[in-house]
């Protein structure tokens, strides 16, 4: 982190401050700041957050100066503020209602090969993992790649008041937290707010095909650039893209469409940075996605889990089935799909298009966990359609697989559906052993 005194942290009047052990706090410097006890080490301050009081004479002892905050969003923001002022790094804010946090890790394996790079661990986006993001810059960072997430009009305007940044990605528009913000138009308002914060000059990158955002985009003072996921065409790991005029050819970890349209998204605003598409395949090579997000698990008997269980909402899961089915090729597909969250009074119609999108899909076997996703299976005594209440129960039904099947398992991250992937992996190894 870019060094700063104790002195300045001890102006900022946050909270109960401790100074390192055995050092004046007129000579102490901060290197590091975190909110785990079990990684500080000398030269960090540890911000203990929520329980992490319990842990203050912990990181005492590995030699950190600790804070324990009055209000801890406010001395995150206060932190990061500090360290954001030190720095010269342009700064990309990653938002946008479905894929954003595969732009981000994308978009930082990317830049990373050919500049000094640091980029948001997991979905760390809120009120306390962005903060902590920005308070990893270095003095020789060049980028940081940050991803904001929302629950609520004006989230995102305070995240970019302590991020700053420079460059803005839209991943997608989609109904996401209807429950909190009502309709599509206002999740387009809420992540617009990073467009809004944009100094003069800076560049949005912006899907071509999200009219609920078109009322953002009026500034005359930055550059929008759009990408059109029509852009992107492939087959297998190699994919092509249309770039700033150019076609730019990759080789990728993944092969689902969806996530290539990502990567699309992350090239333009690679591009925008001013680094050299030439050598994108040396970024492309280091991809590593946070976990649940299409994770491809094989199993014995030939068969295929795709982990994605990370959230779920109407536009991603549509992107997972369709997914399901070109990677399934002559097998067998399976869908196991817990409800999606927060959708408010739409909530019934966008878990019927996902039915009706199973039919049509002609998808072979679905297991609906929790009573919004029946509606994914409607006459549940229809072969190769099953209901259960809870992810307990999905174990249950497993029995219904078979060696050879292309599993999809995708739920909102409140169903608890993460540890099923594994669960099949352990039932595959059985007929292997049969």
Known sequence: MIPIRFEEIEALDLGKLECPPGSASEAASITG????????????????????????????????ATLVPDDQEAALAALASLVRSRSDARVVAVVGSTGKTSTKDILGALCSAQTPTIWADASQNNEIGLPLTVCRLEPETRVLVTEMGMRGLGQIAALCEIARPDIVVVSSIGPEHLELVGTVERVAEANAEAIVALPPGGIAVVPSDSPE?????????????????????????????????????????????????????????????????????????????????????????????????????????????????????????????????????????YHDEVGRLLDELAIEVVIAVGDAAAAYVGDSSRAGRLCVPDAEAVDRALEVLAPGDAILVKASRSVGLEGIPASIEKRSRAWSES
Do not use: C
């Open 33 to 64: 700041i975190k909110a785990d006890s079990r990684v500080v080490r000398p030269g960090d301050l540890f911000v203990a957050l929520n329980t992490g009081v319990e842990h203050v004479s912990d990181a005492a002892r590995r030699g950190a």
């Open 213 to 349: 955002l078109e009322p953002h985009l009026g500034r005359t003072d930055i550059e929008i650039r759009r990408f059109d996921r029509r852009d992107v065409e492939g087959e297998g790991n190699a994919w092509r893209f249309a770039v700033s005029g150019r076609e730019v050819s990759l080789s990728l970890p993944f092969t689902s469409r969806h996530m290539a349209e990502n990567t699309l998204a992350a090239l333009i605003a690679y591009d925008a940075l001013g680094l050299s598409l030439d050598e994108a395949q040396e970024g492309a090579d280091a991809i590593r996605l946070s976990r649940w997000r299409g994770e491809e698990l094989h199993l014995a008997g030939g068969g295929v889990v795709l982990n994605d269980t990370y959230n779920a909402n109407p536009t991603s899961m549509r992107a997972a089935l369709l997914d399901l089915v070109e990677r399934a090729g002559s097998r067998r597909r399976v869908a196991i799909l817990g409800e999606m969250a927060e959708l408010g009074d739409a909530s019934a119609g």
